[in-house]
């Protein structure tokens, strides 16, 4: 499967992490199918926010409530890694639940996708497609 995204989105996503430089940026993506279409910022509530991320928990309720009332669904979640390492740490693998989300990573000036899926992540081949 190949994500598809805006360009927007895709500069959303490089804003965020480096507004929250040297913190980690966090939050949820939404969108249809295969298509990012929407970023939604999350405050990062971790006790160690330069080093781990934890999204407000208030925004992902919200997330899913919106993906219940509007349309667009919960697709996975985004975080940015401040010391450039451009893949998943191990501890973000501890977090994956192996249940097919979406993880985006900002590091290092770019992004990269994952799916968390059986036996860990997999990278995802993307494209910035805008309409
Ligand atoms: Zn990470």
């Known amino acids: 499967m190949t994500l598809e995204l805006s360009s927007d989105v895709m500069q959303r996503l ?9 913190c ?9 199918a295969s298509r990012i279409e929407e970023v939604v910022p999350a405050a990062n509530v971790h006790a160690e926010p330069a ?6 928990p208030q925004t992902l309720i919200d997330a899913h409530r919106a993906a219940r009332t509007r349309g667009p669904q919960v697709l996975g979640y985004y975080h940015s890694h401040p010391n450039g390492r451009t893949g998943p740490s191990p501890r973000d693998a501890e977090l994956a639940a192996g249940d097919g989300v979406v993880w985006a ?27």
Request: aromatic residues 10%; charged residues 20%.
């Open 24 to 32: 980690e940026c966090c939050g949820v993506l939404l969108g249809t």
């Open 105 to 131: 990573i900002i590091a290092a000036g770019g992004v990269t996708f994952w799916r968390s899926g059986d036996g860990g992540f997999h990278a995802l081949p993307y494209v910035v497609r805008d309409r």
């Open 51 to 56: 080093r781990h991320f934890e999204i407000d």
């Open 14 to 22: 490089l804003d965020e992490a480096a507004n929250a430089h040297p």
